[in-house]
């Protein structure tokens, strides 16, 4: 073992042993270069390898990309399960629907003139306390249609065409994660 260059029965100086068996001899307190290549590794020294049976291996053979299927477990265990995630989906695609037609109400069937008092309906009484409520700046069915421009009808297609790509990509993961259920 090595003792900083002091031996039993040594001098202490390591003047006297200038081997590299590496027993602290021929340095003092440090090593010289000589002990550096000793921990080198040997060129003919046999590497000892683990070789994993393929029996062992064979139940994650049918995962193509296990970082992106492990990613998915992790999304699984962290959103609480397919019910909560697929819930969750829904809800969105449900409350994209709701802001379209919403909007859609707001640009095309709400007379603002009327709201923000520019001009009266027809049948209304001009008076200082009459107060113009929401019911009486909203349009007819027939108005409200002829209020929609061809840059509202393009902005509910556009849309329409982004919702579909989110409920197939909704439909999409709700298979991946059934396929994380099952793993579970």
């Given at each position: 073992?090595?003792?900083?260059?002091?031996?039993?029965?040594?001098?202490?100086?390591?003047?006297?042993?200038?081997?590299?068996?590496?027993?602290?001899?021929?340095?003092?307190?440090?090593?010289?270069?000589?002990?550096?290549?000793?921990?080198?590794?040997?060129?003919?020294?046999?590497?000892?390898?683990?070789?994993?049976?393929?029996?062992?291996?064979?139940?994650?053979?049918?995962?193509?990309d296990l970082d992106?299927?492990?990613?998915r477990v992790y999304?699984?265990?962290?959103?609480?399960?397919?019910?909560?995630?697929?819930?969750?989906?829904?809800?969105?695609?449900?409350?994209?629907?709701?802001?379209?037609?919403?909007?859609?109400?707001?640009?095309?069937?709400?007379?603002?003139?009327?709201?923000?008092?520019?001009?009266?309906?027809?049948?209304?009484?001009?008076?200082?306390?009459?107060?113009?409520?929401?019911?009486?700046?909203?349009?007819?069915?027939?108005?409200?249609?002829?209020?929609?421009?061809?840059?509202?009808?393009?902005?509910?297609?556009?849309?329409s065409v982004f919702?579909?790509?989110?409920?197939?990509?909704?439909?999409?993961?709700?298979?991946?994660?059934?396929?994380?259920?099952?793993?579970?």
């Open positions: 073992p090595f003792t900083g260059g002091l031996e039993e029965g040594g001098d202490g100086g390591g003047q006297g042993s200038s081997s590299n068996s590496g027993c602290g001899g021929g340095g003092g307190a440090f090593m010289d270069e000589e002990r550096d290549e000793d921990l080198s590794p040997d060129a003919h020294t046999s590497m000892v390898f683990h070789v994993v049976p393929k029996s062992s291996k064979s139940r994650w053979n049918h995962i193509e992106s299927f492990f990613t999304q699984y265990h962290q959103n609480h399960g397919l019910l909560c995630m697929m819930l969750q989906q829904a809800f969105e695609l449900a409350q994209f629907i709701f802001i379209m037609v919403f909007t859609s109400f707001l640009v095309a069937c709400v007379d603002y003139d009327i709201l923000f008092r520019n001009k009266f309906p027809s049948d209304f009484n001009y008076n200082q306390t009459d107060k113009i409520t929401l019911p009486d700046a909203i349009r007819t069915h027939a108005q409200c249609m002829e209020h929609f421009s061809w840059q509202l009808v393009v902005t509910i297609f556009a849309a919702w579909l790509m989110r409920f197939g990509h909704a439909c999409y993961t709700f298979f991946q994660f059934w396929e994380i259920k099952q793993f579970f």
